[in-house]
């Protein structure tokens, strides 16, 4: 197919550790149309044919996934590795092996009905790792409900993080949402919502904002997944970043499912990754159980944002080991053969962990006592945060405007009436008094 | 040896209180009032209200072979499991997944029925139905009007469940019944439980226009009634008194029913008098003769909905109230509603307008 080498493949320089990108010109090539000149159409600039031809996926070659490491952890290309200092590497190792551990917990913890609902990260651990340490700190995050990891290597604690799940006092969204609802303007995350996609133009929105202040440095970060590229913002978002001249990193988890629902049945065609150089963004494709290839892919995608005012978009290819949330059991729509084979094949904690060991920066030793430290950090957290009483019970009427209007004023002062009456069918006491 | 005894006293004691605190938060706010009565003759069975909405849908894609349903994770059973087994029996080509996009469902569901099949979709949350606003407002409403009556859409059901559950939070709990009521063109119903359920949403896949049907999610399993086995109706605009009294009219819809059904009985047990107890079955169109005829008997109403107060449905029942019963009216109407705040995860309890809440306005109700 001629159409196939269109998909031009170039090397972004000022990147020690290259990383192959796909050139958004996928435009056909011009030598079937010796007698034809190039229309001037003010929708499409191409060459006229007088064959009708139509395009379809198999019209280009699947766009590749980029890995650094192989499922042991070996670097396959030395030249692709990169340069990062051996304490950073194991602080990203100990954030992978923290967030499993919190999730293994907080699994168990909604299990018994401590708290309400928890989703786990397992099968993502390398995505938040490596996008997370090839980010500025002050890079701006709007994130899905999966992305944990980035937060804790960013630096928020597990106390915070399990508060949040709690609802309690000491929760920074002061028990508003559901548990994994995070959010801290400290660590430049914005605070998540339910709703899938209806991050994704906002992160445009504020890519562009950033982009008009003077000396900008920071770019904007949106996760999202393989079930949410299939809303409609999605592609509002997609075709913002690019129209507008966004600086502002698209990043697909595709786990291969949304809730129950397949990739095959959430979309033909060349996955996620195809719809970049579709609406003229920068695309590339990794390995999302490989961390530094998410590193690496990241770097240049925030090198390019920041340095063209562009868009890129990175698909991130993974696999939800855990189930949708607490609320779901995936074995009513998935083998559990498949579910571990991908656990032991692809998984992203093993094979960065054989990485440092290669390395010698990580032994078994060392290993032991990390997963028990970091279990018993969860499980000592999650004494305190148990007994922390609810936030007070007008914080429920606070923040719905900046200034309480009189009609939610009234409000307050009518419940405060009927507690004082009715009080002793409440649980007061699980609230902070004011 | 004591010391340690009484350490485990105490930590039990603990445990005990911990627990308890937690059942006072995540048990559901209501006791349920199954329905005795069915509404026709013959077989029953005892069904939650998953089980008579998959039974609906069961009989829709048997007797209607133009019937297909879909939306988020459908095929599995959808996350509700209301679609258990369908796809199983009737295949893949009339019971399957969507990609993952409300306003896709929508308009992919206008123009089935447009083009005459009978579509039954499925938003998993109604807190996520904003995303098919425009198609279900500006589309299904009006497809009829615009067209002069050409073409209709009237074969379209969208399903989704709605309302508190315990512990949804900002976006698993909401009613979002008000923002559609003020469509002309759309029909919106919400059943109280499973006989309801069938016999409703069986009426909304045949009716011949547009509809939305809110199921109340803390329903499927917690509500269960001996469901009639065969093919039934309830009629669209008709609510139902469910008690007789003529102290007072109490309103509700969904879930608040019962919590009404609950202050009905606590008011004749404390206050003395009996309160009559209407279940509103359909937002739109609503049921003003039953309403209104009710009103003027007692002279006092109370209004009762889980969303917000500002522009909930209350406000409309009430505006026409007022006007239809000014001369017969004791005490101004009173609602008892969610606060005007985002539907809150913790504070869901204090959230609600619970049965207490409800005690108290109809206690100033009566003694106006």
Redesign the interface.
Known sequence: MALKAGVRVFRLNGLRPAVRLLSTHTRPEVQNAQNSKVAEFPGARAPYISELKFVSETSYDPIPIYRVLDHNGEVIDSKEEPAIEKDTLVNMYKTMVQLSQMDKILYESQRQ??I??YMTNYGEEGIHVGSAAALSPSDLVFAQYREVGVLLYRGMTVTEIVNQCY?NCEDPGK????PV?YGSKQHNFVTL????ATQMPQAVGAAYALKRVPNNDRCVICYFGD??A????AHAAFNFAATLDCPIILMCRNNGY????PTR???RGDGVASRGPALGILTARVDGTDPLAVYNAIRAARDHALRHNRPALIEAMSYRVGHHST??DST??RSLEEIQKWNNDENPIQKFKMYLERKGYWDAGSDEALQKEARDLVVKTMQQA?KKQ??P?K???ED?YHDMPP??QK?VKE?ED??A??GE???L??FKPE | MTALASRNVNFLTKIVKCVNNYSKRLSSHFIYFPDNEAPVEGETNKMNMMQAINNAMDITLQNDPTAVLFGEDVAFGGVFRCALGLQEKYGKDRVFNTPLCEQGIAGFGIGLATAGATAIAEIQFADYIFPAFDQIVNEAAKARYRSGGQFDCGGLTIRAPCSAVGHGGLYHSQSPEAFFAHVPGLKIVVPRGPIAAKGLLLSCVRERDPCLFLEPKILYRSANEMVPVDDYTLPIGKAQVLREGDAATLIAWGTQVHVLLEVADMAKEKLGVNVEVIDLMSILPWDEETVCNSVKKTGRCLISHEAPLTSGFGAELAATIQEECFLHLEAPISRVTGWDAPFPHVFEPLYLPTKWRCMQHLHQLINY
């Open positions: 009905g401590r309400s609902f609802g028990g508003r949402q559901m609802h919502s339910s709703p899938l079930g949410a299939s809303e409609g913002d949304a809730i129950s629902t049945e959430q979309y609320s779901d009513a729509y148990e609810l936030p019970w914080e429920m009427f719905v009609r939610i409000q419940l009927h507690l009456v009715y069918h409440y649980a006491d699980t």
